[in-house]
């Protein structure tokens, strides 16, 4: 595919807020966007060129949404193969319909994972309650039941603390089909957010830290606290992933470090991630500008780190007492507000995030958290 140059249109599969930042980066850089998805009035939608909106399902649609750009990207795995397929016989999709195929299930995804000789947690597919019983034989307790397919953000995932509670939790899921999972006594959970270049170039924006509440990302420390050997593994693998699935695009590598220093990969994302967005404030180049500049061909930009950084998500939780007090955050030196324009503020809906800049990660996390405090102090 040749070179697509600012004033080419891009499409993105899916309207949330990685669309949004993504439309930001390219029309900043003089890209127009195009957005699909069932829904109206979107994060990416208000400020896209244009919103289609329209079923996946509906190939019609689909096939007059990809006539329309010159390459088409996506923010939301979930996207039908069908779609997919639709869009590939009439403008490229970036990354790969195979990539987006193993990425958005589960099971395919470790099962990719470990051919690949990559460590993952130990794991057994399990459709039926007697296949759960088996598999918690081998794997033992306590073990992470998930579902294989649609699930994002702790949602679909059970923690089973003894074999007895297997079948509630197995029943609690539906009784789909599922992957159960050794739990991981994790030190920390890490991630890298990488790109490959259409001409097979990397870059990454290296090792960054996760903590959870309630299996949804809380806060993004950047750079990680991990040791040079660590960082240099999880980037070997990140690295050897662009490879093998000759992404072209970003990918996001999200691992578990065991205490003995071992290095599982969790999940792949082949898109910007929430946990990269610190990158917007603290890097030369943002992961959504490297996710332009990867699908149009360009090349990659420089992926470096100007400042510590620190992220806190703002959840719908925060609106809980009315609006929160945006003047108090921002009135915290670099500080950065991003918000997602979303109408409807529910309990656990990531709405936007606080990114702050220091002179040391410690101090810009303090910074980041105390912000987010004072969003809802009296
Ligand atoms: P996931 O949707 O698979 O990324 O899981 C969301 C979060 O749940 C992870 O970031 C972890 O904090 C936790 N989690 C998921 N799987 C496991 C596991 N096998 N062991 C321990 N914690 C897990």
Same mark, same amino acid.
């Given at each position: 595919?040749?070179?697509?140059?600012?004033?080419?249109?891009?499409?993105?599969?899916?309207?949330?807020?990685?669309?949004?930042?993504?439309?930001?980066?390219?029309?900043?850089?003089?890209?127009?966007?195009?957005?699909?998805?069932?829904?109206?009035?979107?994060?990416?939608?208000?400020?896209?060129?244009?919103?289609?909106?329209?079923?996946?399902?509906?190939?019609?649609?689909?096939?007059?949404?990809?006539?329309?750009?010159?390459?088409?990207?996506?923010?939301?795995?979930?996207?039908?193969?069908?779609?997919?397929?639709?869009?590939?016989?009439?403008?490229? /999709?970036?990354?790969?319909?195979?990539?987006?195929?193993?990425?958005?299930?589960?099971?395919?995804?470790?099962?990719?994972?470990?051919?690949?000789?990559?460590?993952?947690?130990?794991?057994?597919?399990?459709?039926?309650?007697?296949?759960?019983?088996?598999?918690?034989?081998?794997?033992?307790?306590?073990?992470?039941?998930?579902?294989?397919?649609?699930?994002?953000?702790?949602?679909?995932?059970?923690?089973?603390?003894?074999?007895?509670?297997?079948?509630?939790?197995?029943?609690?899921?539906?009784?789909?089909?599922?992957?159960?999972?050794?739990?991981?006594?994790?030190?920390?959970?890490?991630?890298?957010?990488?790109?490959?270049?259409?001409?097979?170039?990397?870059?990454?924006?290296?090792?960054?830290?996760?903590?959870?509440?309630?299996?949804?990302?809380?806060?993004?420390?950047?750079?990680?606290?991990?040791?040079?050997?660590?960082?240099?593994?999880?980037?070997?693998?990140?690295?050897?992933?662009?490879?093998?699935?000759?992404?072209?695009?970003?990918?996001? /590598?999200?691992?578990?470090?065991?205490?003995?220093?071992?290095?599982?990969?969790?999940?792949?994302?082949?898109?910007?991630?929430?946990?990269?967005?610190?990158?917007?404030?603290?890097?030369?180049?943002?992961?959504?500008?490297?996710?332009?500049?990867? /699908?149009?061909?360009?090349?990659?930009?420089?992926?470096?780190?100007?400042?510590?950084?620190?992220?806190?998500?703002?959840?719908?939780?925060?609106?809980?007492?009315?609006?929160?007090?945006?003047?108090?955050?921002?009135?915290?030196?670099?500080?950065?507000?991003?918000?997602?324009?979303?109408?409807?503020?529910?309990?656990?809906?990531?709405?936007?995030?606080?990114?702050?800049?220091?002179?040391?990660?410690?101090?810009?996390?303090?910074?980041?958290?105390?912000?987010?405090?004072?969003?809802?102090?009296?």
């Amino acid at each position: 595919m040749r070179t697509l140059l600012p004033g080419a249109t891009i499409g993105v599969l899916g309207s949330g807020q990685l669309g949004r930042m993504f439309a930001m980066a390219a029309r900043r850089m003089g890209y127009l966007v195009h957005t699909f998805s069932p829904e109206t009035d979107t994060p990416t939608g208000q400020v896209a060129d244009f919103e289609v909106t329209a079923s996946y399902d509906d190939l019609d649609a689909v096939r007059d949404f990809a006539s329309r750009v010159q390459v088409v990207t996506f923010e939301f795995e979930n996207v039908p193969a069908a779609t997919v397929e639709a869009i590939s016989g009439i403008v490229p /999709v970036r990354p790969d319909g195979a990539t987006l195929y193993t990425t958005q299930h589960r099971l395919r995804e470790k099962t990719f994972l470990q051919a690949a000789g990559i460590p993952v947690t130990p794991f057994r597919r399990v459709a039926t309650r007697a296949e759960l019983d088996a598999a918690l034989a081998v794997i033992g307790c306590p073990a992470v039941l998930k579902t294989a397919g649609f699930g994002y953000d702790g949602k679909g995932q059970r923690l089973i603390k003894s074999a007895d509670e297997g079948a509630a939790a197995f029943d609690s899921l539906g009784g789909q089909e599922a992957i159960l999972e050794a739990f991981v006594d994790f030190e920390r959970e890490v991630s890298i957010v990488c790109a490959r270049g259409a001409d097979g170039e990397t870059a990454h924006f290296g090792v960054v830290e996760n903590s959870h509440e309630r299996h949804i990302l809380d806060c993004t420390i950047a750079p990680a606290r991990v040791s040079p050997q660590i960082a240099r593994r999880a980037t070997e693998i990140a690295e050897s992933l662009l490879e093998r699935l000759e992404l072209v695009g970003v990918l996001c /590598v999200e691992f578990f470090l065991a205490r003995d220093g071992a290095l599982f990969v969790n999940e792949l994302a082949p898109r910007p991630h929430n946990s990269g967005h610190f990158t917007i404030d603290a890097c030369a180049t943002s992961q959504f500008e490297q996710q332009v500049r990867a /699908v149009c061909g360009l090349p990659l930009g420089a992926t470096e780190q100007l400042r510590p950084a620190a992220m806190a998500n703002l959840l719908g939780d925060l609106w809980q007492n009315g609006d929160p007090d945006w003047r108090a955050a921002c009135a915290i030196p670099c500080v950065k507000l991003h918000l997602y324009g979303k109408h409807e503020a529910r309990a656990g809906r990531k709405m936007g995030h606080l990114t702050a800049l220091a002179a040391t990660t410690d101090e810009a996390l303090r910074r980041v958290r105390a912000a987010r405090a004072a969003l809802t102090r009296e």
